[in-house]
């Protein structure tokens, strides 16, 4: 299918028909588009990477270095996914250079915790619900293993389906609802330590 | 199948469903399958429960995360294309002004020629010129001569030429530079560019060891995710 400026590759998804109608311009070099979809954009990339490098300092700079990337490589939009889908997915990459630049193990394990959080004993679903805290949940994500952490994320954040999820983490359906499965029960038993903590004190 | 088979499967369904039924983008079918199996399964508290874990759960995720103005990444990004575009224009013209030159340069000299007086001139200058070069050519041979030009490198990078073996790298998420290192070094591999938009990277090994280099590298399953030659 052609599109009106003759750029035969891109076409759109349904949802985001302004996200692809911007990078069509872009691919033809208008700096206008890309300031609005930097705009759309930019808040979700931050979140997504600040996930994982905690440092809102890296995080800009990913997000520079992935819609940089996305004005270079526009015409190869295949639109096999959504525009939003597509950069998530260049950003992961960003990320995961400066991770591996940093050279640190990424992520404490929620199980590293356990002689700081008292026990695993689960507290029923309906008590945390009223009770659990911002800051816990934040907490407990941060702890979460970094493929349970992003699946997590995209579920929740992005409200990501199984499949959208999926081509981000370069991985099959089953994988995510695997990662998903175990990333909630780590978060609930985590959440459900604290609860106990505090009732301790 | 068994009715309590059959109730277990749907309950395994609906929990696996849940997360997705929570952000909204479950399929019609899906959607209206588990809305039904919600409402005649009033009994399955646990269920009922976690939905509204879930639910309170993903507003926290939300708002977890506090946004910075977009307005100072985007000028950053505009500059550094502006800087490139400044870059790129700057080449261009010294291109074509290269390119252009030789053409305005030797109309010119036919200019000159045409008078008799610069004819002259030039049967001088190359007189010169042939002299110098006869001294600069006796001096090299001289004990304390420079030496040739074939003895200097490159003061930085590579100066080996690219004639290895081609291939491309994906290394798993949670690899480190160093074990990423670790594997290249010993395969004797460099990286000739990446990591792209889907995180390739592209590697050149020598050619006579590129099949024990392909077999080393998908040993690795811990840090590499997969080779290919392209």
Not at chain 1, 24 to 36: C, M, N, P, T, W
Not at chain 2, 124 to 143: D, E, H
Request: overall charge negative; aromatic content about 6%; proline content about 4%.
């Amino acid at each position: 299918m052609d599109t009106p400026n003759g750029n035969a590759n891109i076409k759109h998804v349904g949802g985001d028909e302004q996200h692809c109608m911007w990078l069509r311009q872009i691919a033809i070099g208008d700096e206008a588009a890309l300031s609005q979809l930097y705009r759309a954009l930019s808040g979700c990339v931050f979140a997504f990477v600040m996930r994982h490098l905690e440092n809102t300092h890296d995080a800009d700079s990913v997000v520079v270095d992935t819609m940089h990337e996305v004005w270079k490589k526009a015409e190869s939009f295949t639109g096999q996914s959504k525009v939003k889908t597509w950069v998530l997915g260049i950003a992961r990459h960003k990320m995961l250079d400066v991770l591996r630049q940093r050279g640190a193990r990424r992520w404490d394990d929620i199980e590293d915790y356990s002689d700081v959080l008292i026990d695993n004993t689960p507290s029923p679903f309906e008590q945390l619900a009223e009770r659990q805290q911002l800051e816990w949940v934040a907490f407990c994500m941060e702890k979460l293993p970094q493929e349970q952490r992003e699946s997590l994320h995209l579920l929740f954040y992005e409200g990501m389906s199984m499949v959208e999820i999926g081509i981000i983490q370069h991985c099959p359906d089953n994988t995510v609802k695997t990662r998903i499965f175990h990333a909630k029960k780590k978060i609930k038993d985590c959440l459900a330590r604290w609860l106990k903590e505090v009732d301790s004190d | 199948m068994s009715q309590s088979n059959q109730a277990t499967q749907e309950l395994r369904r609906a929990q696996a469903l849940l997360p997705w039924f929570v952000n909204g983008s479950l399929s019609a079918v899906d959607e209206q399958w588990l809305k039904e199996w919600l409402e005649y399964h009033p009994e399955e508290t646990e269920i009922h429960t976690e939905l509204v874990w879930l639910k309170q759960t993903a507003n926290q995720v939300k708002s977890s995360v506090e946004l910075p103005d977009a307005d100072h990444g985007l000028d950053l990004l505009l500059s550094k294309i502006h800087q490139e575009k400044s870059i790129a224009a700057e080449v261009k013209r010294l291109a074509n002004r290269s390119a252009q030159s030789p053409r305005s340069l030797w109309s010119k000299f036919i200019d000159l020629m045409s008078s008799p007086i610069m004819s002259m001139g030039l049967v001088a200058l190359l007189l010169v010129q042939t002299g110098v070069i006869k001294t600069l050519l006796n001096s090299k041979n001289s004990p304390n001569s420079i030496e040739q030009s074939q003895d200097l490198t490159p003061l930085s990078g590579s100066n080996q030429p690219v004639n290895g073996t081609v291939l491309q790298l994906t290394f798993v998420p949670s690899s480190t530079e160093a074990q990423m290192s670790k594997i290249l070094n010993n395969a004797h591999a460099e990286i000739v560019s990446g990591p792209g938009a889907l995180g390739i990277y592209v590697v050149q090994v020598p050619s006579s060891d590129a099949d024990r280099a392909v077999k080393a590298f998908e040993q690795e399953k811990q840090v590499i995710e997969s080779v290919r030659q392209p």
